[in-house]
């Protein structure tokens, strides 16, 4: 998706917000890398 981004820096803050979400999720314990995401598990 980031390199599909309108502009780079658009691209960047992309790759930033996953990045983000990856430590605050690694920081609870979690590792949200090996899952997939179903509606149906809420």
């Given at each position: 998706m980031a390199k599909r981004a309108v502009t780079p820096e658009v691209g960047q803050q992309l790759i930033d917000l996953v990045?983000?979400?990856e430590a605050r999720a690694k920081a609870l314990g979690e590792d949200i890398r090996g899952g997939t995401a179903d509606a149906g598990q809420y």
């Open positions: 990045v983000g979400c």
